[in-house]
């Protein structure tokens, strides 16, 4: 399993920004890996968000943030970004970063590590 640990979570009003950071560590095939960001609001299941595979960059949204949050990677730095603009009340959410071999990108079943989850709070 790879350890990860996110920060950058905050308050922030509507329409602003924040970036979420994943930093990896504990496995040296990490460029086989798919690392994705998950969020759960209250009372709400966790959702996917977006997913980037690691070796090739690729990205993936969810529908509800394409256009507004971007997903990328430092190699050197072992570490993924979630970069959010344009928040909404709506994000509002514990975003969880999660690695694994992304068969089923969106799938919670496809990752095997997970952080610890940040929280991210937008005001109306």
């Known amino acids: 399993q790879v350890h990860l640990v996110e920060s950058g979570g905050g308050l922030v009003q509507a329409g602003g920004s924040l970036r979420l950071s994943c930093a990896a560590s504990?496995?040296?095939?990490?460029?086989?890996?798919?690392m994705a960001w998950f969020r759960q609001a209250p009372k709400k299941e966790r959702e996917f968000v977006a997913a980037?595979?690691?070796?090739?960059?690729?990205?993936y949204y969810a529908d509800s943030v394409k256009g507004r949050f971007t997903i990328s990677r430092d190699n050197a730095k072992n570490t993924v970004y979630l970069q959010m603009n344009s928040l909404e009340p709506e994000d509002t959410a514990v975003y969880y970063c999660?690695?694994?071999?992304?068969?089923?990108?969106?799938?919670?079943?496809?990752?095997?590590?997970w952080g610890q989850g940040t929280q991210v709070t937008v005001s109306s």
């Open positions: 504990g496995r040296t095939f990490i460029s086989r890996y798919v």
């Open positions: 999660a690695a694994g071999f992304g068969l089923s990108i969106a799938a919670e079943g496809s990752y095997n590590s």
């Open positions: 980037i595979t690691w070796s090739a960059g690729t990205p």
